[in-house]
């Protein structure tokens, strides 16, 4: 079992930045993939980034990529998304979630933990 909690969101202006954070339980927390999505109001759970156990792999989303950058810190069970470049587009609720399984990581369905999730507003 593992228990997600997103941190970092809040209220900016288009072209700044926001670093969320995720705290995850456990003592095995370099075993799980970790992900991060997002969904506005009225749209589907959306793909953002993912980052395997040991960090040695990552992906994103199209509509993020050289913006925003995923990374994680085995030794405090973390996981951070730094978002730049900020566009009202990016206004969303945002959530990390664990898998064990590098295979499918961009489909939300194949994720079994998730946070509550932490919004972020863009405004232009």
């Known amino acids: 079992q593992v228990q997600l909690v997103e941190s970092g969101g809040g209220l900016v202006q288009a072209g700044g930045s926001l670093r969320l954070s995720c705290a995850a339980s456990?003592?095995?927390?370099?075993?799980?993939?970790m992900g991060w999505f997002r969904q506005a109001p009225g749209k589907e759970r959306e793909f953002i980034a993912a980052?395997?156990?040991?960090?040695?792999?990552?992906a994103y989303a199209d509509s993020v990529q050289g913006r925003f950058t995923i990374s994680r810190d085995n030794a405090k069970n973390t996981v951070h998304l730094q978002m730049n470049s900020l566009e009202p587009e990016d206004t969303a609720v945002y959530y990390c979630?664990?898998?064990?399984?590098?295979?499918?990581?961009?489909?939300?369905?194949?994720?079994?933990?998730w946070g509550q999730g932490t919004q972020v507003t863009v405004s232009s």
């Open positions: 456990g003592r095995t927390f370099s075993s799980y993939v």
């Open positions: 980052i395997s156990g040991t960090g040695g792999l990552t």
């Open positions: 979630a664990a898998r064990t399984n590098w295979y499918g990581s961009t489909r939300y369905k194949n994720y079994d933990y």
